[in-house]
C-alpha cells in the first residue's frame, strides 16, 4: 500500500495549489487567540456517570450512538496531531471531557447510548507504536497555533500531509504493533461495555480507495468474539473480498456486518449497477450484498449522502450539506449517479423489474467519523474532524491559514451525524438484531424521535389511541421492513415526530416515495405529510417556507416558528397495485445557525452563507412489491 492511497483518506490538497500559495503569500503574525481554547485540565474533567439502566420495553426504546469514530490508531489521525486513545472515545461519548488535539478540553451536549471505535485497519496503531518522525510529533498542534503565523500553518500542513512518506515509515513487523493496537480496541471496548446502561460495539473501518473513488465501509462486530486482526484494503481493495472474510468469520460464530460511508464521494462507484471489476451483477452478488450490507451511512462530517439536486431536482431541501469533490489531492467532482442512497434505493428497483433481484434494500444510519476521539455533531460546539485541518475556529474559518477555499475541512465539513436505533434494551444483542432488520435512521445531529410504520387500513385517529404503536405494527410493519399483503385500495402510513428540546422546531414531515413504472424507468416524489401551521399548501403543492428566525450576528435564533411535535396518518394518493415501490419518511427542522455562524461569532469575522441550515431525521424505507 502506498502512501498516496493512505493519505488519500485525508483529502489533501494539490501540490500545485500548495506552491500558488507559497508564491504569493508572505509570512503573518499569529492570530489564534488562546482564551479560544484555553489548555485542558485533566484534573477537573469530571469522569461521566453510568447511565441509569433502560427498561426492557416490547415496544422498543430509541438509543442514540455513533459507530464511526477514530483515535490515534488510525494513521490519517495520528499525522493530523490525534494522540487520544480508544479509552478516550469511550469517556468522550458517555459524558467526559477529554482533551483535543489541539490541547483544549471537549465534551458532548448530551452523551450517547452506543458506539463504536472504527479505527483505519490499514496498518492500525502502527504510527503511534512506532513514533516516526513528524513534525506535529516535534512541536505540537496547540504550540503552533499560538506561537506561529498563517504561512507557518500553511507550510504545516503541506509539510505534513504531502511529505510524509508512508512506506519509509512502516518498520518491518508492524503486525506485531497492528495486532496488540486491535487487541486494546478490543479490551476498551469491553471495559466500557455495560449492558443496559450503554454499549460499546467492537469495530473497524476498511478504508478501499480504488483510483480516488471512496468505497469505505465500516465493520461492526455484534460481540467481543473477533478475528487476529481486521481485513484490510492492503488485502484487497474490492468489497467483496471483505464480504468473503466476513463470511467465513461468520461460519465460525463471529457475527458482523459492513457499512457503506460517503457514497457522496464515490465518483458513483459506491451503488453502480456492475461490480467491482465492471462484471455485470448476478442473483449472488445481490443477496451477498444485502446479507453483509444492510446499513448505509448518509450523514456524516463529509456531508449528506442522502440526495443530490441533480438526482432529484424537484426536492426543495436536496441541497442539504452536499461535498460532491473526490477525497484525493486531484478534488474531482463525484458524478452524482450511483453516488446517494435515493438514487440507490431508486436503482434497486429498476433492478428488481428487470433482472428479478435487488441489491440495495438497506436501512439508513447517521455516525460522525470524527478523527478526535470524539463525535462532533454540535453546531453550537464543533471541534473539527482533522485538528491539522480544522482543529480550531481560526483553522476552519481560514483565519489562522491561507488554505484554498475549496480545502478538505474548512467551511465544507459538517457537524454531523447520528444513528438511532428502535431496540429493546440498549444491549449488544437488542442494538445489533435492530440495525439487522433496519429498524433505524439517521439524523444530522439533533436528536428528533421519529417512529414510521406501514400497513393498511389504518383508521384516521390512530395516533389518538393510547396503543396506536401495538396497532400500526399489528397491522402492518416498522421501518425497514416489506409492507406485508393487504387488501386495501392503498397502504397507509403513521409517522410521528418529536423534535430535541435542546434543537430547533420541526417545519414539516415529508414522504418521499419511489415507484417503477411498467416501462423499467423509477420516479420519485415528495409529498408533505404534515407541517407546523399556519400554512397552506401552494397551487403545485408545496409549502411556503416556515420562516427564519436565525440572527447571523449573535448565532442565536427563537423557536417561535415550526412546531414541538408533529405527525399523520398518510395514505398513498397515486398507488397502483402493479408498481413496486419504497417510503421513507424525513423530518426537517426549522432553520438554525450552522457552526460555521458560531465560529464566525467567536471570531468576529462575518458569517459566511449558509450562516443557517435546517436539520434533519430521515429513516429507513418501508418496501412495497406487487403479489
Same mark, same amino acid.
Given at each position: 500500500?502506498?502512501?498516496?492511497?493512505?493519505l488519500?483518506v485525508?483529502?489533501?490538497?494539490?501540490?500545485?495549489?500548495? &506552491?500558488?500559495?507559497f508564491?504569493?503569500?508572505?509570512?503573518?503574525?499569529?492570530v489564534?487567540?488562546?482564551?479560544?481554547?484555553?489548555k485542558?485540565?485533566a484534573?477537573?474533567?469530571?469522569?461521566?456517570?453510568?447511565?441509569?439502566?433502560?427498561?426492557?420495553n416490547?415496544?422498543r426504546?430509541? /438509543?442514540w450512538g455513533?459507530l464511526?469514530?477514530h483515535?490515534?490508531?488510525?494513521?490519517?489521525?495520528?499525522?493530523s496531531?490525534v494522540?487520544?486513545?480508544?479509552?478516550?472515545a469511550?469517556?468522550?461519548?458517555?459524558g467526559?471531557e477529554?482533551?483535543?488535539?489541539?490541547?483544549?478540553?471537549?465534551?458532548m451536549?448530551?452523551?450517547l447510548?452506543?458506539?463504536?471505535v472504527?479505527?483505519h485497519?490499514?496498518?492500525?496503531?502502527v504510527?503511534?507504536?512506532?513514533?516516526?518522525d513528524?513534525?506535529l510529533?516535534?512541536?505540537?498542534?496547540?504550540?503552533r497555533?499560538?506561537?506561529?503565523?498563517?504561512m507557518?500553518? !500553511?507550510l504545516l500542513?503541506?509539510?505534513?500531509?504531502?511529505?510524509?512518506?508512508?512506506e519509509?515509515?512502516?518498520?518491518? =513487523?508492524?503486525?506485531?504493533?497492528?495486532?496488540?493496537?486491535w487487541?486494546d480496541?478490543?479490551s476498551?471496548?469491553?471495559?466500557?461495555n455495560t449492558p443496559? +446502561?450503554f454499549?460499546?460495539?467492537?469495530?473497524?473501518?476498511w478504508?478501499?480507495?480504488?483510483?480516488?473513488?471512496?468505497?469505505h465501509?465500516?465493520?461492526?462486530?455484534?460481540?467481543?468474539?473477533?478475528?487476529?486482526?481486521?481485513?484490510?484494503?492492503?488485502?484487497?481493495?474490492?468489497?467483496?473480498?471483505?464480504?468473503t472474510?466476513?463470511e467465513?468469520?461468520?461460519k465460525?460464530?463471529?457475527?458482523?456486518?459492513?457499512?457503506p +460511508?460517503n457514497?457522496?464521494v464515490s465518483?458513483?462507484?459506491?451503488?453502480?449497477?456492475?461490480m467491482?471489476?465492471?462484471?455485470?451483477?448476478?442473483?449472488?452478488?445481490a443477496?451477498?450484498?444485502?446479507?453483509?450490507e444492510p446499513?448505509?451511512?448518509i450523514?456524516q462530517?463529509?456531508g449528506s449522502?442522502?440526495?443530490h439536486?441533480?438526482?432529484?431536482?424537484?426536492?426543495?431541501?436536496?441541497?442539504?450539506?452536499?461535498?460532491d $469533490?473526490?477525497?484525493?489531492?486531484?478534488?474531482?467532482?463525484?458524478?452524482?449517479?450511483?453516488?446517494?442512497?435515493r438514487?440507490?434505493?431508486?436503482?434497486?428497483?429498476e433492478?428488481?423489474?428487470?433482472e428479478?433481484?435487488?441489491?440495495?434494500?438497506?436501512g439508513v444510519?447517521?455516525s460522525?467519523?470524527?478523527?478526535?476521539?470524539?463525535?462532533?455533531?454540535?453546531?453550537n460546539?464543533?471541534?473539527?474532524?482533522?485538528p491539522i485541518?480544522?482543529g480550531?475556529? =481560526?483553522?476552519r474559518m481560514?483565519e489562522?491559514?491561507?488554505?484554498?477555499?475549496?480545502?478538505?475541512?474548512?467551511?465544507? *465539513?459538517?457537524?454531523a451525524?447520528?444513528?438511532?436505533?428502535?431496540?429493546?434494551?440498549? $444491549?449488544?444483542e437488542?442494538?445489533?438484531?435492530?440495525m439487522?432488520?433496519?429498524?433505524?435512521?439517521?439524523t444530522?445531529? @439533533?436528536?428528533?424521535v421519529?417512529?414510521?410504520?406501514?400497513?393498511?387500513? /389504518?383508521?384516521e385517529?390512530?395516533?389518538?389511541r393510547?396503543?396506536?404503536?401495538?396497532?400500526?405494527e399489528?397491522?402492518g410493519?416498522?421501518?425497514?421492513q416489506?409492507?406485508?399483503d393487504g387488501d386495501?385500495a392503498?397502504?397507509?402510513? &403513521?409517522?410521528w415526530?418529536?423534535r430535541?428540546?435542546?434543537?430547533?422546531n420541526l417545519d414539516?414531515?415529508?414522504?418521499?416515495k419511489?415507484?417503477?413504472d411498467?416501462?423499467g424507468?423509477?420516479?420519485?416524489?415528495?409529498?408533505n405529510?404534515?407541517w407546523?401551521e @399556519?400554512?397552506?399548501?401552494?397551487?403545485t403543492?408545496?409549502?411556503p417556507?416556515?420562516?427564519?428566525t436565525?440572527?447571523?450576528?449573535?448565532?442565536?435564533?427563537?423557536? !417561535?416558528?415550526g412546531?414541538?411535535?408533529?405527525?399523520?396518518? *398518510?395514505?398513498?394518493?397515486?398507488?397502483?397495485p402493479l408498481?413496486?415501490?419504497?417510503y421513507?419518511a424525513?423530518?426537517?427542522?426549522?432553520p $438554525?445557525?450552522?457552526?460555521? !455562524?458560531?465560529?464566525?461569532?467567536t471570531?468576529g469575522?462575518?458569517?459566511?452563507e449558509?450562516?443557517?441550515?435546517?436539520?434533519r431525521? &430521515? !429513516?429507513?424505507?418501508?418496501?412495497y412489491?406487487?403479489?
Open positions: 500500500m502506498n502512501s498516496g492511497r493512505i488519500s485525508i483529502a489533501t490538497l494539490s501540490r500545485a495549489a500548495v &506552491v500558488q500559495v508564491i504569493v503569500i508572505a509570512a503573518c503574525s499569529p489564534e487567540d488562546p482564551s479560544l481554547f484555553p485542558f485540565d484534573a477537573s474533567a469530571i469522569p461521566p456517570p453510568i447511565k441509569e439502566n433502560t427498561t426492557f416490547t415496544e426504546n430509541v /438509543y455513533d464511526h469514530i483515535t490515534s490508531y488510525s494513521t490519517d489521525a495520528y499525522i496531531g494522540r487520544a486513545t480508544p479509552n478516550d469511550y469517556t468522550f461519548v458517555k467526559g477529554i482533551e483535543h488535539a489541539a490541547g483544549y478540553g471537549i465534551r451536549a448530551k452523551p447510548d452506543f458506539a463504536a472504527t479505527d485497519s490499514e496498518y492500525i496503531g504510527l503511534r507504536a512506532s513514533n516516526p513528524l513534525p510529533v516535534k512541536r505540537g498542534l496547540r504550540e497555533l499560538l506561537e506561529d503565523g498563517r507557518s500553518n !500553511t500542513m503541506a509539510q505534513t500531509l504531502l511529505g510524509f512518506d508512508l519509509n515509515a512502516i518498520a518491518p =513487523g508492524w503486525q506485531d504493533f497492528s495486532r496488540a493496537a487487541r480496541i478490543v476498551t471496548a469491553e471495559k466500557h443496559g +446502561h454499549t460499546a460495539f467492537v469495530g473497524y473501518e478504508s478501499s480507495m480504488p483510483n480516488e473513488r471512496n468505497l465501509r465500516n465493520v461492526i462486530y455484534r460481540g467481543a468474539q473477533v478475528p487476529e486482526l481486521p481485513f484490510s484494503s492492503v488485502d484487497s481493495e474490492d468489497p467483496r473480498d471483505l464480504w472474510a466476513l467465513q468469520q461468520r465460525q460464530g463471529i457475527d458482523s456486518f459492513a457499512i +460511508h457514497s457522496n465518483d458513483g462507484r459506491m451503488y453502480d449497477e456492475v467491482f471489476d465492471g462484471k455485470t451483477m448476478d442473483a449472488t452478488y443477496r451477498r450484498r444485502m446479507e453483509n446499513l448505509s451511512e450523514f462530517v463529509k449522502s442522502e440526495t439536486p441533480l438526482l432529484s431536482n424537484e426536492d426543495e431541501f436536496a441541497g442539504f450539506e452536499i461535498y $469533490t473526490q477525497l484525493s489531492q486531484s478534488q474531482k467532482d463525484s458524478r452524482a449517479k450511483g453516488s446517494y442512497v438514487d440507490a434505493l431508486r436503482t434497486g428497483l433492478m428488481s423489474h428487470s428479478g433481484f435487488n441489491p440495495y434494500r438497506f444510519i447517521g460522525s467519523d470524527g478523527h478526535n476521539a470524539s463525535s462532533p455533531v454540535d453546531e460546539n464543533y471541534h473539527g474532524k482533522l485541518l480544522d480550531s475556529a =481560526g483553522l481560514g489562522a491559514n491561507f488554505y484554498p477555499n475549496d480545502m478538505p475541512g474548512g467551511q465544507r *465539513w459538517s457537524s451525524g447520528l444513528a438511532a436505533v428502535w431496540a429493546q434494551e440498549n $444491549t449488544r437488542s442494538l445489533y438484531d435492530a439487522l432488520r433496519k429498524e433505524t435512521y439517521a444530522s445531529g @439533533p436528536r428528533i421519529v417512529r414510521f410504520f406501514g400497513g393498511w387500513d /389504518y383508521p385517529d390512530l395516533l389518538k393510547h396503543n396506536w404503536i401495538a396497532l400500526a399489528r397491522n410493519v416498522a421501518m425497514g416489506r409492507l406485508p386495501a392503498a397502504p397507509s402510513f &403513521v409517522v415526530a418529536i430535541d428540546p435542546d434543537s430547533g414539516r414531515i415529508q414522504i418521499i419511489a415507484w417503477i411498467s416501462s424507468r423509477s420516479h420519485e416524489k415528495i409529498f405529510a404534515a407546523s @399556519p400554512r397552506r399548501k401552494n397551487a403543492n408545496r409549502l417556507a416556515v420562516g427564519n436565525v440572527d447571523a450576528a449573535t448565532a442565536t435564533y427563537t423557536n !417561535t416558528i412546531s414541538e411535535q408533529l405527525s399523520a396518518v *398518510w395514505i398513498d394518493p397515486e398507488f397502483d408498481q413496486e415501490a419504497f421513507y424525513r423530518v426537517i427542522e426549522i $438554525t445557525p450552522r457552526w460555521s !455562524t458560531y465560529d464566525s461569532v471570531l469575522i462575518p458569517a459566511p449558509p450562516v443557517s441550515l435546517q436539520e431525521a &430521515v !429513516t429507513s424505507a418501508i418496501w412489491q406487487p403479489h
